[in-house]
């Protein structure tokens, strides 16, 4: 998790309201479920997943769409949700049923929504209508302006090269997403396994796009998502490839099968031992830098040097293991002079 901002920060529009949106929630593990399907939607709600996300486009057929939309309207307002970020993935602009998505589901069911994902994001303007559509049902219906917020998947080439500008299009946005299957399709990758390496090419075919992805996420104090991984039964292939997304700096990845939950929520969180030792560092530096300790710039903690630079990496680490919940099993001591 990014752990610069508030975890809810207000934000400027261009009219007399604020956008207040938490880009610190956790996202260690989004869960892709079928709008259409309510056995799959009632279990959703018992599974250890961060971020469930009832999913309008591909997981549902064309013809199933329209009574899609009602059905997870009465599971957002009817389910037991606790502890999860509640998000619906609309169709993209380019079809004709995205403001019929967004008008059904934020009328019917805003407040008990978190943010609406929109897939294949092309350019900035996408994403400011999005927001004003958005803005116009929260008016009319008398709902918290800038509540929800976006989650901007990039599925394509003309995706990526826009991403900067996707990521300032709006204070709503949240994350950014990278989508692998229609991504490899649009740049004619030769592979069949979403998320696996092509054959013949030696290094990682994925890393500029995640790195992309993610410096655009960075640069905006903005959680980076990756995308699914389709060999669902396949687990140890999901930890490698969730490995990769979480050494870059990755906050999450989606998971599309129950099996994945565990192993992306423990992917994506540091370990007790980090997590502790980036607490007592956050808890040294505030103590050295006082008066009570010195008002020093740099300070031993142990056998490592702490300065501001560590502060900095700590509270990274820190941020992450909060936001999973953990608690911490050391407590920085004051020395003894």
Known sequence: MTAHPSPATALPTGGSAAHTVNRLRP????????GSNPRFLEKA???PA???????????????????????????????WTGKTRVVRVNDWTTEWTYRDVVTVVEGAGPNLDCIM??????????????LLL????????????????????????????????????????????????????????????GEQPPGYPADAYHYILMKILMAARANDLQAIDGPYLQIRNV??????ARRAAALGFDGKWVLH????????EIFSPSQEDYDHAELILDAYDYYTSEAGGRKGSA??????????????????????????MRRTTKFETPVN
């Open 27 to 34: 996202r260690r593990s989004c869960l892709a479920v079928p």
């Open 45 to 47: 709600q018992g599974l």
């Open 50 to 80: 961060d971020q469930v996300f009832l999913d309008l486009e591909d997981a549902c057929a064309p013809l199933a769409k329209p009574e899609a939309r009602h059905t997870i309207v009465k599971f957002l307002n009817e389910g037991d």
């Open 118 to 131: 929109l897939p294949k994001v092309q350019n900035a303007q996408q994403v400011v209508a999005l927001d």
């Open 135 to 194: 803005t116009q049902i929260e008016k009319t219906m008398g709902f918290e302006v800038g509540r929800i917020g976006i989650e901007a998947q990039i599925e394509n080439a003309q995706g990526l090269n826009n991403v900067n500008e996707i990521a300032q299009a709006s204070p709503r946005i949240e994350t950014i997403i990278f989508g692998p299957a229609d991504f490899m399709a649009s740049i004619n990758m030769k592979s069949l396994v979403v």
């Open 236 to 241: 140890d292939g999901y930890r490698e490839v």
């Open 258 to 265: 129950p099996g994945q939950v565990e192993a992306s929520n």
């Open 300 to 325: 031993m903690l142990g056998d490592e040097m702490i300065d501001e630079a560590s502060r900095k990496m700590a509270l990274v680490i820190s941020g992450k293991g909060r936001a999973a919940g």
